[in-house]
């Protein structure tokens, strides 16, 4: 008997999770100095962290022969003073994502019917399978989420609804007006889990802390990864109820937030001025690759976030041909292949994505 007739039967048909390429990869790869490689495939803040928030990562240093405050109070009580919650309405998470896979252990069940959009985050569609839960994938016009598909997809057998915005890969959000009134009309059976991953980039965005205390069956999840750069760290949180909360808790790892990341992620909420500046070279950043991608009579996707989704007609040779330029982009799975995704870099970073592309664009035209 071989180890694939011991596993779970929900694990063999998963597939795995690609990141995109590190920089010594392509580098080596294709003989570039490392340097000269510019990373644009993760969504990542390429003005990295709050200064104040990499010192304090550089204190907790000191002490890492400890273990980790299990609790994550300090940094959970920086968060309930930001929102106006108690502490027991918040869970930290090894990232974002890990919160997820604790929604999946906590609230799915074999059969469970889990909504999410047809170009949303891979992750909803993992977790679900993996749990036994069904997945409905609900279609996005214009790579948007249409809440009313996704109302119209509800039945009683639904149990989660997952709903980014900011959406990854697409970069489309809802409007405040649009997921209020969604929550508004939300079945008592159906808990929404509210994927704000990119919501520091809104100038306006939904807040549904009155809907989670009147009662509604929210879970909001933001990371410490993108805006404020600390993505090799991992570190993220949930807020909802105490109830939602004191659920989740029962699912997750001793330890899960390492004591390095607690730390930067209370430097960076102490930095607001940091999140501002880098909210506004983001938006400059977006507006040079608009204008880049309308010169070069390219068709792309107006981005909330801070990446954007642009057609390129052949996703995964351009993305192959940007490589060799030692620019790197991101593919996109074959439901949208036409595309590449690529993120916002300083301005040199997307002045030279903007030159690969100009060089390399006029041979795929043209075959």
Not at 9 to 31: H, M, S, W
Not at 98 to 122: K, M, N, R, T, W
Not at 134 to 152: A, E, F, T
Request: aromatic fraction near 8%.
């Amino acid at each position: 008997m071989n180890l694939s007739q011991l596993a779970n039967n929900r694990i063999l048909d998963q597939p795995v999770y690609i990141p995109g390429k590190p920089i010594e990869e392509v580098a080596a790869q294709f003989g570039l100095v490392l340097k000269d490689v510019v990373k644009l495939a993760s969504n990542e803040n390429p003005w990295g962290a709050s200064p104040h928030a990499i010192e304090k990562a550089k204190q907790a240093l000191l002490h890492v022969h400890l273990y980790p405050d299990g609790s994550g109070m300090g940094l959970i009580e920086k968060l309930a003073s930001k929102f106006s919650f108690t502490p027991e309405q918040f869970i930290l998470g090894n990232g974002s994502n890990e919160i997820i896979e604790l929604l999946g252990h906590v609230f799915i069940s074999p059969e469970d019917e889990i909504i999410y959009g047809q170009h949303a985050f891979a992750v909803y569609r993992l977790v679900t399978l993996l749990m036994g839960g069904i997945g409905i994938s609900v279609k996005m016009p214009n790579l948007k989420h249409d809440l009313d598909l996704i109302r119209k997809a509800i039945t009683p057998k639904t149990k989660i609804i997952f709903l980014p915005s900011p959406n990854n890969p697409t970069g489309t959000a809802n409007t405040k007006e649009e997921i209020i009134s969604f929550v508004e009309n939300l079945p008592s059976h159906v808990i929404l889990c509210l994927d704000e991953a990119y919501v520091e980039y809104l100038e306006d965005p939904p807040d549904l802390r009155s809907f989670i205390e009147a009662g509604k069956k929210i879970i909001c999840l933001r990371t410490f990864s993108k805006i404020h750069g600390l993505a090799g760290l991992r570190i993220g949180y949930g807020y909802g109820s105490s109830e939602m909360i004191s659920l989740l808790q029962k699912a997750r790892q001793p330890f899960n937030a390492n004591s390095i990341a607690q730390a930067a992620a209370i430097g960076a909420l102490e930095d607001e001025s940091w999140v501002r500046q880098c909210r506004r070279r983001n938006f400059e950043g977006l507006k040079q690759m608009e204008a880049g991608f309308n010169e070069l009579g390219l068709q792309f996707i107006q981005s909330a976030g801070n990446f954007i989704l642009l057609d390129v007609g052949n996703g995964q040779s351009v993305f192959e041909a940007l490589q060799k330029e030692g620019i790197i982009s991101r593919p996109m799975p074959s439901d949208l292949s036409k595309y590449i995704r690529i993120s916002i870099g300083t301005e040199m970073e997307n002045e030279k994505a903007l030159s690969a592309l100009s060089t390399i664009m006029p041979r795929f035209k043209a075959s």
